[in-house]
């Protein structure tokens, strides 16, 4: 239903976007964007980039006058820092400043990035060619397609929030954590140093940055990203592609550094009696959206055979420690062979409260797909129509 595309390269001119399959008729500005772009640019760990670079977005496709057009959107984010990398990332090669270009080369690779692998497998002498892409960059162009899916589910009243648990071991205590509402998360962690719910575990979130920086290492955590409003009904039990558990796993686990990805209780689950995992159905006539029933627990993170069961969707996902290093690890030099120390490039000491906005916007992109699969049209009253009449079915639900 929904297709997107970037490109661009991380200290190239730009980075662009597109966005097929949203309705005609949602309300997009350039100014909601770029709030989900600050945020991705703000949090506590974050290197000297940030500070360069203050993305906003030009919407040069697709929306007229403040409303989507229902035709593909485009969007151009400029990379700031180019005007540094002029003569070494220019696309023409008449561009080309030999001895900056030099200087800049990378033959050292960084252990836990792409760098070896990608110039083996690309046939690359510098490593740039790599890494440029790998970077973490292309998810600033991520965050702003996915603030327009997002606008579009605020739409239907369905609402996302991503905010971190953990950094390193300082970690959010998970009582603490079950006692707040959506809302209470959302707002508290936007206003987190660290984008935690937790005033208490944020203070430990940043001393384990600072400590981690002192040590001239990194730090890794985990992120929760949760979903109300979500009606009983996306995706699907009947095919693998279809599952809702599947397709929100393998958008996760594609973004940079990710490396584990759990549904409500997750691996939890696997150490529990199957009467302390399953969440007991009960009839909450008035709950719409839910189509008439409820559960008093949500150990299942709101979906059950691949489908939403109208309970909060909740997933977390596990970030590893970036791997560019200020005391770098061992490598070997590609050129010489010899061993050696890996590249240094400007880098962050930690990235999670990032990741928790990179991963509300990947999952506003599987959730408007999702909605779209179930409740398609071309325009946003169509979309809204369709639920509506999918609400009304399930009130009378057995049909006759
Ligand atoms: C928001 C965000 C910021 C990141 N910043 C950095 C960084 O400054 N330095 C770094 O080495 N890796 C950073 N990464 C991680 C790398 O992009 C990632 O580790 C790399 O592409 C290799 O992919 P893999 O870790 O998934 O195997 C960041 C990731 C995210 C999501």
Known sequence: MLRYLTAGESHGPMLLGILEG???????????????????????????????????????AGVRHGETLGSPLGFLLENRDFAHWQGVMDPEREARDEEKAARRAVKEPRPGHADLVGGLKYDRADLRDILERASARETAMKVALGAAALRFLEELDIHVAGYVVAMGEAAMDPAELEALSFWERRERAAGSPVY??????????????????????????????????????????????????????????????????????????????????????????????????????????????????????????????????????????????????????????????ALSVVAEAAVGLVLADAVLEKFGGDSLKEVKRNLEGFLAQMEAHPSP
């Open 196 to 353: 935690c719910p937790s005033p208490r575990a944020s203070e430990a979130m940043v001393e384990a940055v600072r400590e981690a920086a002192r040590r001239n290492d990194t730090l890794g955590g985990v992120v929760e990203v949760m979903a109300v409003g979500l009606p009983v009904g996306l995706g699907s039990h009947i095919a693998a592609e279809r599952r809702l558990e599947g397709r929100l796993a393998a958008a996760l686990m594609a973004l940079p550094a990710v490396k584990g990805v759990e549904v409500g209780l997750g691996f939890g689950a696997a150490y529990r009696y199957g009467s302390q995992v399953h969440d007991a159905i009960y009839r909450e006539a008035e709950a719409r959206r839910k189509g008439g029933y409820t559960r008093s627990t949500n150990r299942a993170g709101g979906l059950e055979g691949g489908i939403t069961n109208g309970m909060p969707l909740v997933v977390r996902l596990a970030m590893k420690p970036l791997s560019t290093l200020t005391h770098p690890l061992p490598t070997v030099n590609i050129v010489t062979k010899e061993p050696s120390r890996a590249a240094v490039e400007r880098t962050d000491v930690a990235a999670v409260p």
């Open 22 to 60: 949203l309705p005609a008729g949602i309300p997009l500005e350039a100014a909601f964007i770029n709030r989900y772009l600050a945020r991705r640019q703000g949090g506590y760990g974050r290197g000297g980039r940030q500070k360069i670079e203050k993305d906003e977005v030009r919407i040069v």
